[in-house]
């Protein structure tokens, strides 16, 4: 049990290892200089540093060393918990990430929620009424909602329910040059902004885990528990729910862990549709102004946050099928 514990935190920081490695290398190897020049989102060029101001800021930087002495120094800055200063916003980029990553977190986790609870239930009704009419237009629904991109499916929210309909902001996590008067409607306000994000999050994500609940539900079904449920007579919503659903309900648990990561992925993308003020807007920023700290640190808390959640998602499997233990 322990040397299984032990190679498997070695395996996750082999991985960490190989992760920080490559989130050094990437940034650099694109295109570009965030000193000769900095562009705005619309790819004008707004500053242009003097051949004196470049050689200090690369000085500055470490960026006038050996690429093997940059990594060095990347590493040891990052065992002391430095993740650096912005070349662009001038700022730490521990605090910028302070005030981004909440933005991020909250969207992604609530979307989590939603579409795990909505997607099991309906999966495992789905599962219950097998080969009916519901399970075959459910199951059809959610196969193509499935296939549909996240980014697509943003899009279309915010054309038909912002742009058309005006149910919901255009853009923004909260309104400009509004004054609230308590912190209700400062909350309400947020709440507003942050309904098409998760709610496209939600839907992007909804198929996966219905399919993975209808597949898990199926498989229970046919124990043989299930059926001396059903010969006792006992209610069909009873059955389900709490003999059914308790029992395939650990494939779930699992895989709302694991789809942290992809569910990050699409969060950059969806963010910058709405121009939400997360970590996606901000690695868009970061990118469009080469600003390779600013990058760094972002990649480095998805990469933590996803390894955290494999992990804990690892032990949760374990800790709940005894046959993995």
């Not at 609940?213 to 059955?239: E, H, P």
Request: proline share 3%.
């Amino acid at each position: 049990m322990n040397r299984d514990r032990t190679k498997m935190l070695l395996g996750y920081l082999l991985t960490f290892l190989i992760i920080i490695t490559l989130n050094f290398f990437i940034p650099r190897l694109m295109p570009g200089d965030p000193f000769t020049s900095l562009s705005s989102e619309e790819g004008d060029i707004t500053v242009i540093y003097s051949e004196e101001q470049i050689e200090r800021y690369k000085r500055y930087y470490g960026m006038d060393r050996p690429i093997a002495e940059q990594y060095i120094g990347y590493l040891k800055n990052l065992l002391k918990g430095n993740l650096g200063y912005s070349i662009y916003y001038n700022q730490e980029v521990v605090s910028i990430l302070k005030n981004r990553v909440p933005w991020t977190v909250a969207i992604v986790i609530c979307s989590l929620i939603i579409s795990s609870f909505l997607g099991t239930i309906l999966g495992s009704i789905s599962a219950w009424f097998r080969n009916s009419k519901l399970d075959k237009i459910l199951y059809i629904s959610m196969v193509f909602i499935s296939e549909v991109p996240a980014f697509l499916m943003g899009i279309l929210l915010l054309f038909f329910m912002a742009g058309r309909w005006g149910l919901f902001p255009l853009s923004g996590g909260m309104s400009m040059f509004t004054q609230y008067s308590t912190k209700c409607e400062v909350i309400l306000d947020i709440l507003h902004h942050a309904i098409l994000p998760v709610m496209t999050l939600s839907i992007a994500k909804l198929g996966e885990f219905y399919l993975i609940s209808r597949s898990s539900m199926l498989s229970v079904m046919s124990k043989d528990y299930m059926k001396t449920a059903r010969g006792k007579g006992l209610k069909s919503r009873r059955i389900l729910f709490r003999h059914g659903l308790k029992n395939s309900i650990l494939p779930v648990i699992t895989r709302i862990f694991l789809s942290l990561g992809s569910i990050f992925g699409q969060a950059v993308l969806i963010e910058n549709i709405f121009n939400y003020p997360g970590i996606g807007t901000l690695m868009r920023q970061g990118v469009m102004v080469r600003d390779y700290v600013l990058i760094q640190g972002i990649f480095l808390f998805v990469a933590i946050t996803v390894l955290t959640m494999n992990f804990i998602a690892d032990l949760i499997y374990k800790k709940l099928d005894s046959r993995v233990r």
